[in-house]
């Protein structure tokens, strides 16, 4: 039997195989409000077999976009939108829904990827950054603000509030962002956080903050709700963050019942080399997945399902999320399960779509109106 396409339990939430569609930023927000553009995105990769959707990065404050055009959840109206948008997965699939809860820190205010990304200035439409430190990202950029103590208490909070819109919106699932050098990254590694009070300097002082908005984030919703954090394992710089780090952050975050881990890398500096190739982050997943006893999910360059088996299959991680190649092939949990001669659920309107050679592949989902 493949165990990629076995079940799994993250908190209290049985899944039925052991892939995840990780969170991908669309920039294709108004306001923070999702669009037509979400229902399509968002609604196919709902049909794809996949157990879990996360969906993208979405900002707890308009300060805490990546860009103008990304998705927020810090008011009302995009409480509604996304409510509409999940309403829509819902009716098309059973397939369980997350939403990843972040802020951009220091990297925020820039242009869509497809514009080059640079920083947006205030005349651009941009606006002021904040930080755990006064150090911007790049040099040549506009600096962020540190935040004061005061200013971090109302940013945990507006990360609670976030966390019950998404909730009354109806996600099962609920990520912290604590990644790809973003606020909370920024906080953890010692190469953006230079603060001299008790979020920095040692390695428990810079922990601090993110365990701060996770426990704040878990008591504030209900035990049903399953919460995990995403984090970069190492900055891929000398004398910044790192594996060994990120095993102690992961065991305090068990500390504190979270329900899985999230295993990415980089992004934090320019200054970043990274050894891209398959697999090139599950080596990461696989060292904290052997530090904790919570769910490890490994994500980076996995593309071929007997690879996604063999993950699976030899303990690096307990579940694998894609991301570029779902986008490339969103049917493709479909074709994974032919290979490994699995079964994966389908719209009964598609079942008759399978190639001769792999009949029976596909299964009928549950329709929920």
Same mark, same amino acid.
């Given at each position: 039997?493949?165990?990629?396409?076995?079940?799994?339990?993250?908190?209290?939430?049985?899944?039925?195989?052991?892939?995840?569609?990780?969170?991908?930023?669309?920039?294709?927000?108004?306001?923070?409000?999702?669009?037509?553009?979400?229902?399509?995105?968002?609604?196919? +990769? @709902? %049909?794809?077999?996949?157990? =879990?959707?996360?969906?993208?990065?979405?900002? &707890?404050?308009? $300060?805490? #976009?990546?860009?103008?055009?990304?998705?927020?959840?810090?008011?009302?109206?995009?409480?509604?939108?996304?409510?509409?948008?999940?309403?829509?997965?819902?009716?098309?699939?059973?397939?369980?829904?997350?939403?990843?809860?972040?802020?951009?820190?220091?990297?925020?205010?820039?242009?869509?990827?497809?514009?080059?990304?640079?920083?947006?200035?205030?005349?651009?439409?941009?606006?002021?950054?904040?930080?755990?430190?006064?150090?911007?990202?790049?040099?040549?950029?506009?600096?962020? +603000? @540190? %935040?004061?103590?005061?200013? =971090?208490?109302?940013?945990?909070?507006?990360? &609670?509030?976030? $966390?019950? #819109?998404?909730?009354?919106?109806?996600?099962?699932?609920?990520?912290?962002?604590?990644?790809?050098?973003?606020?909370?990254?920024?906080?953890?590694?010692?190469?953006?956080?230079?603060?001299?009070?008790?979020?920095?300097?040692?390695?428990?002082?810079?922990?601090?903050?993110?365990?701060?908005?996770?426990?704040?984030?878990?008591?504030?919703?209900?035990?049903?709700?399953?919460?995990?954090?995403?984090?970069?394992?190492?900055?891929?710089?000398?004398?910044?963050?790192?594996?060994?780090?990120?095993?102690?952050?992961?065991?305090?975050?068990?500390?504190?019942?979270?329900?899985?881990?999230?295993?990415?890398?980089?992004?934090?500096?320019?200054?970043?080399?990274?050894?891209?190739?398959?697999?090139?982050?599950?080596?990461?997943?696989?060292?904290?997945?052997?530090?904790?006893?919570?769910?490890?999910?490994?994500?980076?360059?996995?593309?071929?399902?007997?690879?996604?088996?063999?993950?699976?299959?030899?303990?690096?991680?307990?579940?694998?999320?894609?991301?570029?190649?779902?986008?490339?092939?969103?049917?493709?949990?479909?074709?994974?399960?032919?290979?490994?001669?699995?079964?994966?659920?389908?719209?009964?309107?598609?079942?008759?779509?399978?190639?001769?050679?792999?009949?029976?592949?596909?299964?009928?989902?549950?329709?929920?109106?």
């Amino acid at each position: 039997m493949s165990q990629l396409f076995s079940p799994v339990q993250l908190g209290s939430m049985q899944l039925d195989n052991r892939i995840v569609i990780a969170p991908m930023c669309q920039y294709s927000a108004q306001q923070g409000n999702a669009q037509h553009w979400h229902s399509v995105h968002l609604g196919h +990769l @709902a %049909l794809s077999g996949a157990a =879990l959707l996360i969906i993208e990065a979405t900002a &707890v404050e308009p $300060a805490g #976009r990546i860009s103008p055009y990304d998705l927020g959840l810090w008011d009302d109206n995009n409480e509604q939108a996304l409510t509409d948008r999940i309403k829509e997965i819902r009716g098309l699939s059973d397939i369980k829904v997350g939403i990843q809860l972040g802020h951009a820190g220091r990297k925020a205010s820039t242009d869509v990827p497809w514009e080059g990304g640079e920083q947006l200035g205030p005349q651009q439409g941009g606006w002021q950054t904040v930080a755990p430190s006064a150090l911007a990202y790049a040099e040549g950029e506009n600096a962020p +603000l @540190a %935040l004061t103590p005061s200013q =971090l208490d109302a940013l945990t909070q507006k990360f &609670v509030d976030s $966390a019950r #819109r998404a909730v009354r919106a109806g996600v099962d699932l609920i990520e912290i962002h604590a990644a790809h050098g973003y606020l909370l990254h920024q906080f953890l590694s010692p190469l953006s956080n230079q603060r001299t009070d008790q979020y920095g300097g040692s390695l428990e002082n810079r922990m601090r903050y993110p365990l701060e908005v996770f426990k704040a984030v878990k008591e504030a919703v209900d035990p049903s709700v399953v919460v995990g954090l995403r984090l970069s394992a190492t900055d891929w710089v000398a004398g910044g963050w790192d594996e060994a780090q990120s095993v102690t952050f992961c065991q305090q975050l068990e500390a504190l019942n979270c329900d899985y881990l999230h295993v990415s890398s980089g992004g934090l500096s320019p200054q970043q080399k990274i050894s891209v190739g398959p697999n090139y982050q599950v080596s990461f997943a696989n060292t904290i997945r052997q530090q904790v006893s919570i769910p490890v999910i490994a994500v980076g360059l996995i593309t071929e399902p007997q690879q996604a088996e063999d993950i699976i299959t030899d303990g690096e991680a307990d579940l694998v999320a894609l991301a570029r190649g779902i986008l490339y092939d969103p049917r493709w949990p479909w074709h994974a399960a032919a290979a490994l001669n699995a079964e994966v659920k389908a719209p009964p309107q598609y079942l008759r779509c399978e190639p001769h050679g792999v009949k029976g592949t596909l299964i009928s989902s549950e329709r929920k109106e």
